[in-house]
């Protein structure tokens, strides 16, 4: 895995780290860290309204950071991570192992989500590179009363999950199938201590999985249905008195099976298809470590979509675990079938909420882009509200579409209980509806198609997989 710098509290600034001074004034700037032309030169470059200020002291180098307050918080959240990342990268050039923030800012939450931006930001996937890539920081240290020990360790937490979520997305298609996928949700339940089951392709078949079965037939590797469950111990305590439950997709490969993608610009990044199960699996793995006091439960069920000459085709009809019957129009639309067996196991649970996240829909990628998540869903509306929050707090943001009867209509089949496809209008929401179908509980559906896998840079989200839907879960649970 790529390094996650080591985050810790210390009470003195080692004079030998780069520094990085947090002020909201520039009165706080301390004097006996710079010399008189380094602290005329910064005030003139914030008086420019510059927000980061970078002095290059020979033996180290400092940076001046200043905050632009915005009317809302998490604008202003959001700017820190941007700029925490800007300095991971100038630490990196210079090949900086260690690096302080002093935070003399009145805003406790601005240390932290510049401590984030810098932590995210020095993600790499190198695996298959040269090693002198490899990123020097290591390790923030951090000197600033937001810095409680129970701060530190969720924010480590959380970025390890999200680090785990885009090795996971990265990992090339010929190193991750449904089996390794799953052992690898087994390695990281033993590092983190939550519960892991497995289920191999006979007792799929058992279950009657209908979906996930059909889009299997194309493969040569067997799919999995992997059971993830953390219960925290009675000395900690759960909020919630009935589980979670999170469901991911888990299309570890998608050539669309018989409704064959175009090569370029889309089957030749469908490893990035079961960001949806990484996110969940993930987001597990930070809440655990947290031991956040909340019963969560993940199911992944998981497969690769092939055209082999017994693969399932557009016409067929697939009874699925639920006993509902699919007209498969598009064997492309293969993530809502599997995801519809696994909805309809998560009743056995009695769940309080279950939330399924997948890169579903271009319909979802081409109407927000990669700016934030389509999520549709029955929830209650105070549900919503704490979920659209989360998302702003992470800067993870909520679109929610409307999910209106009429769109039921799209999915009727002729000779099935519904169709795979809704027609070339309301993509997305007719991928939702088609989910629907498999629940009686409360339910919210977050299509992650934009965001989950970036074509080019974004901050300290970087390239390639982001593993987006982490931190949402986590501050989402962090808040109940």
Not at 117 to 146: C, H, P, V, W
Not at 347 to 363: Q, W
Request: net charge positive.
């Amino acid at each position: 895995m790529a390094t996650l710098p080591k985050l810790s509290s210390i009470k003195v600034i080692n004079k030998n780290d780069a520094v990085v001074f947090i002020v909201t004034d520039e009165k706080q700037i301390p004097a006996s860290q710079f010399s008189d032309e380094e602290k005329k030169f910064i005030n003139s470059q914030l008086k420019e309204k510059k927000n980061l200020v970078t002095i290059n002291q020979y033996n180290r180098l400092c940076f001046v950071f200043k905050p632009e307050h915005k009317k809302e918080s998490h604008l202003t959240l959001e700017a820190c991570r941007k700029n925490g990342e800007m300095v991971t990268a100038a630490l990196n050039r210079q090949k900086k192992t260690t690096a302080t923030i002093a935070d003399v800012s009145a805003d406790k939450g601005i240390a932290l989500a510049f401590a984030e931006g810098m932590m995210l930001g020095n993600y790499q996937f190198i695996k298959y590179k040269d090693k002198k890539d490899k990123n020097a920081l290591s390790e923030i240290r951090m000197k600033s009363t937001a810095a409680s020990d129970t701060s530190l360790s969720n924010l480590s937490a959380v970025c390890d999950g999200v680090f785990h979520a885009r090795d996971l997305v990265n990992e090339p298609q010929n190193a991750q199938s449904a089996s390794q996928l799953a052992a690898a949700f087994v390695k990281m339940g033993r590092e983190a201590g939550f519960k892991t089951e497995v289920f191999k392709k006979s007792r799929i078949k058992a279950l009657k999985m209908g979906g996930v079965l059909a889009v299997n037939l194309g493969s040569v590797e067997p799919p999995t249905f992997t059971v993830m469950e953390y219960k925290p111990s009675k000395s900690i305590g759960i909020k919630n008195k009935k589980p979670i439950v999170l469901v991911g997709k888990g299309v570890v490969y998608d050539t669309g099976g018989l409704s064959l993608k175009p090569t370029a610009n889309s089957m030749d990044y469908m490893k990035c298809d079961m960001g949806g199960a990484a996110a969940v699996a993930c987001a597990m793995y930070a809440i655990a470590k947290a031991k956040l006091p909340v019963h969560v439960i993940a199911l992944v069920p998981a497969t690769d979509n092939r055209p082999s000459g017994n693969a399932y085709a557009p016409g067929d009809v697939i009874t699925m675990m639920s006993g509902k019957t699919v007209e498969v129009l598009n064997t492309d639309a293969e993530g809502r079938m599997i995801l519809a067996d696994a909805l309809h196991y998560a009743k056995r649970y009695k769940p309080e909420l279950v939330m399924d996240f997948a890169t579903l829909t271009g319909a979802a990628s081409a109407a927000v882009g990669s700016f934030g998540m389509v999520c549709m869903g029955t929830a209650d509306e105070q549900t919503k509200d704490k979920m659209k929050k989360s998302g702003d707090n992470v800067y993870e943001r909520l679109a929610e579409f409307p999910f209106w009867d009429e769109y039921d209509e799209l999915i009727r089949s002729d000779v099935a209980e519904m169709k795979n496809i809704g027609g070339p209008t309301a993509g997305a929401i007719t991928a939702g509806k088609f989910l629907q179908r498999y629940i009686d509980y409360p339910w919210m559906h977050f299509d992650i198609a934009g965001p989950a896998f970036l074509h080019s840079a974004s901050s300290y989200r970087g390239k390639g997989g982001t593993g987006y839907g982490v931190r949402f879960l986590f501050n989402y649970f962090q808040n109940i």
